[in-house]
């Protein structure tokens, strides 16, 4: 990737506050670097990142492949202007409450994003591009720790382990959704067909353990999981350590 492409690309994250032009290289622009973001989370809303590319964004604007490149570097910069673009469509709640309950928030407050745009999952974000948003997110999830008696550090090692968690927890969700979706049955009726194959190689007794747990757990999901609840019960797992750690540094 060129410097260049680089500096461009920082520039249009940040060109409401720098008042870059928008479309700034080539002949008059039809359209706006907005609609041509607003236009790329679209097809990724539909197709998913795999299939992203930008000529689905021309066709969807009405314009040639080599127009799109006016507006934006390529692909992976677009990607980066639509991550940030989807990070703040949805206004941050205020703080409110314990701890636990902020830090609670700021998990369901991504759970949330990634089922409105399933493929920010999909993003390589080891190096993401720095834009407003989400430099407001990460201003907004500190704030959730802050005067709680945690380090600099920890704030910041603690942010990326309630991230990481929900963005795992998503991930699964979402393929469920996305299996139903495709397969056009459901869980229940998922297990209906392969229950009577299942009972023939699994006798009573076989599995002991499995089948008094897996008996419980499927009467009481009515499916094979429950995504939702396992990402509530384990993000209550994680809180609860959060809360141990404070406490024994009080006691220490």
């Not at 949805?90 to 369901?108: N, T, Y």
């Amino acid at each position: 990737m060129e410097n260049q492409d680089v500096d461009r690309t920082l520039e249009l994250l940040w060109r409401r506050k720098l008042g870059v032009p928008q479309g700034s290289r080539g002949p008059k622009q039809r359209v706006s670097v907005d609609e041509v973001i607003r236009a790329g989370i679209t097809v990724a809303d539909e197709e998913g990142l795999p299939a992203f590319s930008m000529r689905k964004v021309a066709d969807r604007l009405g314009l040639k492949l080599m127009s799109v490149y006016t507006y934006v570097p390529g692909r992976s910069e677009l990607i980066g202007l639509m991550v940030d673009e989807a990070i703040g469509e949805v206004p941050h709640p205020p703080h409110e409450g314990p701890l636990r309950q902020r830090l609670a928030g700021v998990a369901r407050h991504l759970w949330d994003e990634y089922h409105r745009h399933p493929w920010l999952l999909q993003i390589e974000s080891s190096r993401p591009w720095i834009g407003p948003h989400g430099c407001d997110r990460y201003e907004w999830q500190l704030a959730a720790l802050e005067g709680a008696g945690f380090t600099d550090l920890e704030m910041d090692q603690l942010v990326t382990l309630i991230g990481d968690f929900t963005a795992g927890s998503a991930r699964t969700s979402v393929a469920a959704r996305a299996t139903a979706e495709r397969s056009g049955i459901s869980d229940l009726q998922w297990w209906e067909v392969n229950a009577p194959i299942l009972d023939r190689v699994m006798p009573p007794g076989a599995y002991p353990l499995g089948g008094r747990v897996g008996t419980v757990a499927g009467q009481e999901y009515n499916a094979v999981g429950d995504p939702d609840r396992s990402f509530r019960f384990g993000l209550d797992r994680l809180l609860d350590g959060v809360e141990l750690l404070l406490r024994e540094r009080v006691e220490s």
